[in-house]
Structures are given as C-alpha cells and as structure tokens.
C-alpha cells in the first residue's frame, strides 16, 4: 500500500464521519424541541387569551397561574369524562355481543365505576 492508497482511505474515512455527525446532529437538532417541550411553555401556547390579560394589567401573573391551574383541572376532568363513555360504550357493546354474562357485566361495571369514583 502506498501513500497515496493511504491518505485516500483517510479521506473516505473522514467524509463518512463528516457525513454521520451533520445528518446526527441535524436529527438531534430537529428533534429536541420536541421532545424537551416544557409544560409550562406548552400552557402558555395554550393560554386560553389568559396570557393577553396578564400582558393588560387584569390578571397578575399570580391570578394568572391560578387560573390556568383552574383550566387545567377542568381539562383532566373533561378527559377522565370522556374516557368513561368511551369505556362504558364498550363494556355495554360487549354485554350486548354476548362477551360477558349478566354477573360477569355487573362485576365489570362495578369495578369500573368505583376505578372512575362514579356512583
């Protein structure tokens, strides 16, 4: 092997780590935002025009975290809600195609109204 065959190889091997560490980092660089999102930031995007009332003197920026606690919890609630339909549609469809026995949907919906506090 002679030095040019030597310094050729060379140079393929730093393109090919050139090449790996643009495309690594053009990746990680494209990705990051959204993964490492704050949830405050991710509120304030969402800010329900609440943000705008702190900017005009109406909320402080005290009120402001208060209230967007407020909403917040209105939202869980408004989830957990639609997610016993959703669950509830399908335990009563599968009563209905005949999965489950009487006793056995009366224990299933027994249980899953006390997972959802539900009376």
Same mark, same amino acid.
């Given at each position: 092997?002679?030095?040019?065959? !030597?310094? %050729?190889?060379?140079?393929?091997?730093?393109?090919i780590?050139?090449?790996?560490?643009?495309? !690594?980092?053009?990746?990680?660089?494209?990705?990051?935002?959204?993964?490492? #999102?704050?949830?405050?930031?991710?509120?304030?995007?969402?800010?329900?025009?609440?943000?705008?009332?702190?900017?005009?003197?109406?909320?402080?920026?005290?009120?402001?975290? %208060?209230?967007?606690?407020?909403?917040q919890?209105?939202?869980?609630?408004?989830?957990? !809600? #639609?997610?016993?339909h959703?669950? #509830?549609?399908?335990?009563?469809?599968?009563?209905?195609?005949?999965?489950?026995?009487? #006793?056995?949907?009366?224990?299933?919906?027994?249980?899953?109204?006390?997972?959802?506090?539900?009376?």
């Amino acid at each position: 092997m002679d030095g040019s065959e !030597y310094n %050729e190889r060379w140079s393929v091997f730093l393109l090919i780590i050139l090449l790996f560490s643009v495309i !690594y980092f053009a990746v990680r660089l494209a990705i990051i935002p959204l993964i490492n #999102e704050p949830d405050e930031e991710r509120i304030y995007q969402q800010d329900f025009g609440l943000v705008k009332l702190r900017d005009i003197d109406i909320l402080s920026p005290t009120e402001l975290d %208060e209230v967007i606690e407020i909403y917040q919890k209105i939202g869980t609630e408004d989830e957990d !809600y #639609e997610q016993y339909h959703k669950s #509830e549609k399908v335990l009563n469809e599968l009563k209905e195609i005949g999965y489950f026995t009487d #006793e056995e949907f009366s224990n299933r919906i027994e249980k899953f109204k006390k997972y959802f506090k539900v009376k």
